[in-house]
């Protein structure tokens, strides 16, 4: 392919206004490169949307999102004050509900969280060698913890019982472990040609599969066992296996010693939330949901930060995790459209730049973006 | 009562040769404060009690256990290297049963893991507000995620799907949410004393529940529900809600805005783990099981790291938290003796005036051992 339809849903809080400056971006990208990108903008899913029409989506959205190549999303959620349970119960799980069901529907089933902090973001951690972190989170996206499965005996009664059952196939444990294994080459050959190989006992890549299957005994002993299957494939890939308290842990004391990482769902929401602040907090963790097999699934890139209805509409919101968002998905057109290649390389270097120049500065949401499109513009005069 | 029978579990790896130095420090303690404590030492469970007998521990274990005031653990478990699952799978769910089931037959419903970083532990954070973090993460440790429910259908075939369930109870939620709230109290109550008084929106302590309820709907609007019913009783304590990605994310970027943290019993796992590495890492988090409901439940008392095998009969493992773990049982023993309490407070100066002097320096494990014993007696000396 070498045009692209995106759709376009900037959703809740400060979800329309750092899309705003990262369509800007886009715009810019597109003259400049030669890339033919068409964003077509839609209201829904939202709580504004609701408030209009008493849904979050029309009926046939998905239907409506299946007629594009990407999809970009802002931030979807107004929890309210977290001090305030009523309220967030009211609205949270309905106003998330189209992420789940987007994932489901298009059957993203994994969730790709890169780490890997650019000069000038901020640093939460001591040790100097937080600048060396480079490494992929992998997330099952699709089953697990999430199936929604469970139920409330005697509601609100003293013997109330609740069960919350997750359910793992081998299908989708194996699929997941592959594409990791996959991804971690695929880093190990980039490495190779920028010249920075890394060393994992003698081999060049290494995935870390996450599990507690000293408590949570049935699906850890399904993963461990796909795990060592599949890596029987990889030789020329190092393994290892940390339980999920460790792995939390070692993401504050050693993150710099891990490269692909992979984890259920809920485990993944947890290490990719450690990741996002490792690569220097929500303000610059981009995310995409993807479907590996089947590149004609539209994927659906978004920031890995909420919708912060704290700060919306106050133009104070930094739009560099939205844009380096849509720097992934730019590198997922490249995969077959090198006008693609080279937007994402002019977006990342513009970002970078930014970021160098003024860290964690506070500025405006559009003033970040007038600064990256400047430094795009830089890059046009040949600078 | 005052006089406590301890029964005193090395366990396997590091557990023997740190325990070694608590008892004789536990020793040196009740001679100088007058406190009337038998430690009574147990080869099981262990590896090595396996390997001689054929089982972990005797059949009936529990029942001798039952005998005792209160248990000091080591450590348990023989995971061997983690790069290699095979050795794992075969030892290490049956290795550290007997922690699960110590736990569940003296309803040791929750674990308490405070946090609050001595001057000279190791810093991972980079913001100096890491010196005022204390906090105090409670565990649901009875049930939820740990109740060892589900099953493979199909195992080993490509078609094969696992369950995990997690079953929460109304009873059991509201106990442990009940008990947060009364620890958040008594730490008010403390730092009046102390005179450092916090504020947390105008109150001086607050509650923090952790759940996912908008992703496990189920136990998370259970746990709300119960969360506002108990909190309508502490209108003197101040509440919040965390998701548990956002809550990891924090006890990074902000840990010393928490007080009182409460969760599950997987996300406590997490949690605690985290809340270890603002402790200044596994080497120096102490950590406790108990019925707070019931004084004769012997409670068992066990720093948060493991056997740590790799590193076993060396004499290199630090013993700083084994003894801050026998501080944390000199505590529990102090609110019915005085004796306990100097001895507490002794052992806790001691490990402080120790860790000040050498940080993370590393010394051998009886080395650390003597030292601290040498300033219980410099102590002792009127100094
Ligand atoms: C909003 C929530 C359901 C979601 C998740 O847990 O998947 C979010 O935390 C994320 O990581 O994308
Ligand atoms: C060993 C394991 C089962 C245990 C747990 O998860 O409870 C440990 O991690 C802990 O935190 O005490």
Redesign the pocket.
Known sequence: RQQWRVAVLPGDGIGPEVMAQTERVLAALAERDGLDLTATGFGWPSHAWHQQHGEIAPPDYLQTLAGFDAILLGALGDPGPTSNPDRYLLSDADSLAPLLDIRKHFDQWACERPCRPLPGAPRYLADARAAEIDMLVIRENSEGEYVGQGGRLAPGTEREIVTQTAVFTRRGTTRIIRHAFEQARLRAQQRRQDSRVRDFGGRDSQVCLVT?R??LKFWGEMYTEVFAEVSADYPDVATHHE?V??ACMKFVTRPWDFDVVVASNLHGDILTDLAAVLNGGMGVAPSCNLNPADRHCPPMFEPTHGSAPDIAGQDIAGPTAMLLTAAMMLDWMGEEDPAARRASARLRSAVAADLAAHGDESRGTAAVGAAVLAHLQDSASGV
């Open positions: 507690k000293n408590a339980l308290d460790a």
